[in-house]
């Protein structure tokens, strides 16, 4: 049996949508940095504020790729 399925077309990024999507991830990273400087003010022993900390910092550096590469993009 032969398989008659279409490929699917790579999917093209308008330059509004690259536009939206940037201005999201810089509104994000924006508010992610304020949770971090918040936690800059808990003590440095405490458990749950690193933990906090480990957690924000990925969530920055994942947008901050996210980012980098829609920049490669437009």
Same mark, same amino acid.
């Given at each position: 049996?032969?398989?008659? *399925?279409? +490929? +699917?077309? +790579? @999917? ?14 810089? *509104?994000?990273? *924006? ?11 808990? !003590?440095?022993?405490? +458990?749950?504020?690193? @933990?906090?900390?480990? @957690?924000? !910092?990925?969530?920055?550096? @994942?947008? *901050? ?8 993009? !437009?």
């Amino acid at each position: 049996m032969q398989d008659r *399925r279409q +490929p +699917p077309e +790579p @999917s093209v990024l308008t330059p509004a949508l690259v536009q939206q999507a940037t201005q999201q991830l810089e *509104r994000e990273i *924006r508010l992610i940095e304020g949770w971090l400087a918040e936690l800059e003010e808990t !003590s440095k022993d405490n +458990p749950e504020a690193l @933990s906090a900390r480990k @957690s924000y !910092s990925d969530m920055i550096q @994942s947008r *901050r790729d996210l980012l980098q590469t829609l920049q490669k993009q !437009s």
